[in-house]
């Protein structure tokens, strides 16, 4: 199972699709989810600590607007971890948290420079358009290698300890 | 300080099925008696409840119609008041925007799902069982030969 970093970072056909093809979607809701549910603060509308704009300093200079930074901070740690992306090119329309362009020319310039395998496609716009869309995605998907999930690992680390305990 | 929820976790269900419609899933799910919110929409469902639940009530319905039933994560619970319409006076939310352009593509989406499972059944049918040719038992005897 390949982490896939989606572009819209929010979008629900390309996180169903990658979920669908076995592999785990990079999203931004996942990452909002954090902020919302795990910290025991509580301010609206989403739970803000002096670490995040440190964190976002990592991705983009003092300069830049706050914003940028501000959305760097969520989608940074999710870069980070990507093996594999897919990036859709003209997306009908971005609004809330994925509305600033400069940040979006900035999350895929750094995926791009991450040498990581990434599918451009163009969003469909009609049925034919859908159907590559689709095929282009499985074809990507299936060609990603096949990791062992989280589980499975964790799993695999303990096996050989308990090995070693029974000697 | 608040108490902190590590394992819950909210989804959209999106139908955009002929046969099944966002009323019948949300019954498949009362009548599953998982410890789940279950939120009706105009697109679908919102369930939010802990981890394990929520996955499986998603599998199930997903069950109802593979290829026409999309799921995406929400970090938003269902109803919270950061989100929620009614305590913030009205008008879309934040995100329903984009869900709405999606929603319109995803009948061409499943429509693309069904055809590449049906090509693909195609491909892993296995060959059918039958007698062998004297001629390709033949042939397989001279090659044995041969060798």
Known sequence: MAKVFIYPINSLILADLVERFGHKPLTMMSQIREKVTNISLDSPPINITSEDPKLGLKYAAIEVPAGVRGRMALIGPLIEETEAAIIVENPPTNFGCVGCNRTNELMKYLIRSKNVPILEVKYPESDEEARDFVNKIAEFLSSLPKEKSEEEEKAEEEKPEEKEDKK | ?147
Not at chain 2, 2 to 17: P, R
Not at chain 2, 32 to 57: N, Q, R, W, Y
Request: with cysteine.
């Open chain 2, 1 to 147: 300080m608040t108490e902190t929820k590590n394992e819950e976790i909210t989804k959209y269900i999106v139908i955009s099925s002929d046969k099944v419609l966002p009323a019948d899933a949300a019954m498949r799910i009362y009548e599953s008696e998982f410890p789940v919110t279950v939120k009706e929409t105009c697109f679908g469902l919102i369930v939010t409840g802990p981890k394990e639940d929520v996955t499986a009530v998603v599998e199930n319905i997903r069950q109802l119609d593979k290829n026409h039933i999309f799921v995406k994560d929400r970090g938003f619970p269902a109803g919270d008041e950061r989100r929620c319409r009614a305590s913030r006076g009205g008008g879309p939310r934040p995100g329903f925007h984009f869900l709405r352009e999606e929603v319109e593509m995803l009948p061409a989406i499943g429509a693309a799902l069904d055809e590449l499972e049906a090509s693909e059944s195609v491909k892993k049918k296995p060959k059918e069982k039958c007698r062998l040719k004297v001629s390709d038992l033949e042939k397989i005897i001279e090659a044995e030969l041969s060798r």
